[in-house]
T-cell receptor, first 111, second 114 residues
Framework: DGGITQSPKYLFRKEGQNVTLSCEQN?????MYWYRQDPGQGLRLIYY???????QKGDIAEGYSVSREKKESFPLTVTSAQKNPTAFYLC??????????FGQGTRLTVV | AQSVTQLGSHVSVSEGALVLLRCNYS??????LFWYVQYPNQGLQLLLK??????LVKGINGFEAEFKKSETSFHLTKPSAHMSDAAEYFC????????????FGSGTKLNVKP
């Protein structure tokens, strides 16, 4: 089945630690996105990528980094510079003609 | 940039009653329009979308939405609520350009009372 796979589902980060969230898609979509979701704030765009080896900052990119070395993969690193990383993170993909397709999310908690 | 406004962060209806969730967007050029549903600790699932053609769009689970250009609105309705409809609903838009950049509303949590 085609879709988007995010892993892990739950992730715990210690203070000062970098963590990487995985996102893989087998839909052959060109565009991929990372969103952060906090209660009552909807979805906020962190980074997006239209093609391999290219990506752009979204509205809340500070403290995050991404790479797009393969069409299928768009990992997100939450760095120690992100002071409030506890949130639900959603990865999505699309083509020009389609809606965004979402993964099942990763819940990140600082311990 | 686009903005999307969803009126009412929480809506409560009785089972069997009409569901109406409101969405307005800011663009002067009609964008692509979407409604998504999210259940707790899950991703977003597309309910329906409007890109072109008929302004009344039917989606999954008995939901429908009507695009009204003059009102810049895309309200979501369902004639009869079911307990399983309890979830959070997001309205989204994307520009009619070369690249789909999506803008989401802040969401409306729907509570269905027995």
């Amino acid at each position: 089945d085609g879709g988007i796979t995010q892993s892990p589902k739950y992730l715990f980060r210690k203070e000062g630690q970098n963590v990487t969230l995985s996102c893989e898609q087998n839909l052959n979509h060109d565009a991929m996105y990372w969103y952060r979701q906090d209660p009552g704030q909807g979805l906020r765009l962190i980074y997006y990528s239209q093609i391999v080896n290219d990506f752009q900052k979204g509205d809340i990119a500070e403290g995050y980094s991404v790479s797009r070395e393969k069409k299928e993969s768009f990992p997100l690193t939450v760095t120690s510079a992100q002071k409030n990383p506890t949130a639900f993170y959603l990865c999505a993909s699309s083509t020009r003609q389609t809606e965004a397709f979402f993964g099942q999310g990763t819940r990140l908690t600082v311990v | 940039a686009q903005s999307v406004t969803q009126l009412g962060s929480h809506v409560s209806v009785s089972e069997g009653a009409l569901v109406l969730l409101r969405c307005n967007y800011s663009s002067s050029v009609p964008p692509y329009l979407f409604w998504y549903v999210q259940y707790p600790n899950q991703g977003l699932q597309l309910l329906l979308k409007y890109t072109t053609g008929a302004t009344l769009v039917k989606g999954i689970n008995g939901f429908e939405a009507e695009f009204k250009k003059s009102e810049t609105s895309f309200h979501l309705t369902k004639p009869s609520a079911h307990m399983s409809d309890a979830a959070e609903y997001f309205c989204a838009v994307s520009d009619r350009g070369n690249f789909n950049k999506f803008y989401f509303g802040s969401g409306t949590k729907l509570n269905v009372k027995p």
